[in-house]
């Protein structure tokens, strides 16, 4: 997009993941008459109906920090038992040409949201969710291991294979 300064801000106001995604990949597309790829993320916690869910970059409010996403997040846990904070990152991308043609892929990871956050890398939600395989939270890997097998890596993995098909099409 660093090339494109004067493209049109879109606004993230769907009800899911895919409608933003989607949303902003055929904006672009079209607007640049190029493949356009955009995505967008959500943290599903089960013990709260799925909330924080699309809105998890503003769940405590337009123009909240990380933090004080994931402070609201564990106050609304408190005193839930550990076994019942399973959550559920999705990261839907949406693939766009200029005509509007879209395809859409989901990556997700699954894990359990702690009560006290832990680690210093990543952003987000990444202190407070615990990774089982790994046993810590992304926060605590490394980038290089958040990298491989984060619910962002799993779609842009499956984004990859498809570019490679639009490639043989041509």
Same mark, same amino acid.
């Given at each position: 997009?660093? #090339?494109?300064?004067d493209?049109p801000e879109?606004?993230?106001?769907?009800?899911?993941?895919e409608?933003?995604?989607?949303?902003?990949a055929?904006?672009i597309? $079209?607007?640049?008459?190029?493949?356009?790829?955009? +995505?967008?993320?959500?943290?599903?916690?089960?013990? !709260?109906?799925?909330r924080?869910g699309?809105?998890?970059?503003?769940?405590?409010?337009?123009?909240?920090?990380? #933090?004080?996403?994931w $402070?609201?997040? !564990? $106050?609304? !846990?408190?005193? @839930?038992?550990?076994a019942?904070? $399973?959550?559920? =990152? /999705?990261?839907?991308?949406?693939?766009? +040409?200029?005509?509007? *043609? @879209?395809?859409?892929? #989901?990556?997700?990871?699954?894990g359990?949201i702690? &009560? &006290?956050?832990?680690?210093?890398?990543g =952003?987000?939600?990444?202190? /407070? =969710?615990?990774?089982?395989e790994?046993g810590?939270?992304?926060? #605590?890997?490394?980038?290089?291991?958040?990298?491989r097998?984060s619910h %962002?890596? %799993?779609?842009f993995? *499956?984004? %990859? &294979?498809?570019? *490679?098909?639009? %490639?043989?099409?041509d």
């Open positions: 997009m660093a #090339e494109f300064p493209a879109v606004v993230e106001d769907g009800e899911t993941c409608a933003n995604a989607v949303k902003k055929v904006t597309a $079209r607007w640049t008459g190029l493949t356009a790829i955009a +995505d967008d993320t959500g943290l599903m916690v089960s013990a !709260l109906g799925g924080p699309v809105m998890a970059a503003r769940y405590a409010g337009a123009g909240s920090t990380y #933090e004080e996403n $402070r609201k997040l !564990l $106050r609304e !846990l408190k005193g @839930v038992p550990r019942q904070r $399973r959550a559920r =990152f /999705v990261t839907v991308a949406a693939i766009a +040409d200029p005509s509007g *043609k @879209v395809r859409v892929v #989901e990556g997700v990871l699954d359990l702690v &009560e &006290e956050p832990a680690g210093r890398h =952003f987000g939600y990444d202190p /407070v =969710f615990w990774v089982p790994f810590r939270t992304l926060a #605590e890997l490394t980038p290089e291991e958040k990298n097998i %962002r890596a %799993r779609a993995a *499956k984004v %990859r &294979e498809i570019l *490679k098909g639009l %490639r043989t099409e």
